[in-house]
């Protein structure tokens, strides 16, 4: 650019610029997610300091999407959504790291609110974004967390790779691949199980399997 300006060539400097600014601006922009993915790893590797204690999963559950909704809404006014619980009644309070879990919750809430989002955006006739959590009791052995949105759903060519660290179906800089392939571990950390089903164009239901 100095070069260009030397010669007086004030178009040339004024593209070179502007090449500059963008490469500046990508490299920010991959900075902030290598930033993003080494934090990742390190909750990858961090062994929880929590420790178990009775918890109420209605309750939690219910924390947790409030809190998402609000912390996208913080983002962007714009967004909305209609959410549905069914919680059992009858649940009863289960040993589990209430934080831990609360990551796992937050986690698959905001990926059904990004992926209701992202449909809402294709402007469908009639499309309502909506996310349901579901709460139940499975032969008194297990309590079922079920976490369904009407999104686009996950190809089936890929559905096995979800929970695989570093892979993400958002675009770059949107995700680290590292959220889902943390919850699957915090849950086989509890002795559950966390599976995923999906349907294209129908939505993703996420069941979240744990102990009694």
């Known amino acids: 650019m100095n070069e260009e300006l030397k010669k007086s060539d004030i178009e040339e400097a004024k593209a070179i610029s502007v090449d500059i600014k963008q490469n500046l601006e990508k490299i920010n922009h991959h900075g902030k997610r290598a930033s993003d993915i080494v934090k990742g790893m390190l909750e990858h590797s961090r062994k929880s300091t929590g420790e178990k204690e009775p918890t ?101 060519a890929i559905k096995d790779k979800i929970f695989q660290p570093f892979f993400t179906t958002k675009p770059t800089g949107q995700g680290t691949g590292l959220g889902l392939s943390l919850s699957y571990d915090i849950v086989k950390a509890h002795g559950g199980e966390l599976k995923v089903e999906s349907t294209e164009d129908i939505g993703i239901t996420f069941n979240l399997r744990l102990p009694i």
């Open 56 to 156: 109420d999963i209605n309750a939690l559950s219910d924390e947790y999407l409030r809190l998402a909704y609000h912390g996208l809404r913080a983002k962007d006014k714009s967004f909305n959504a209609t959410m549905e619980t069914h919680f059992d009644p009858n649940l009863p309070k289960i040993e589990v790291i209430p934080q831990d879990i609360g990551r796992v919750l937050l986690n698959l809430i905001n990926n059904a609110f990004y992926a209701v989002n992202e449909r809402s955006k294709k402007g469908e006739a009639g499309y309502q974004p909506t996310i349901s959590i579901t709460t139940q009791l499975i032969a008194n052995t297990q309590l079922v967390i079920a976490i369904k949105d009407n999104g686009s759903g996950i190809p089936d």
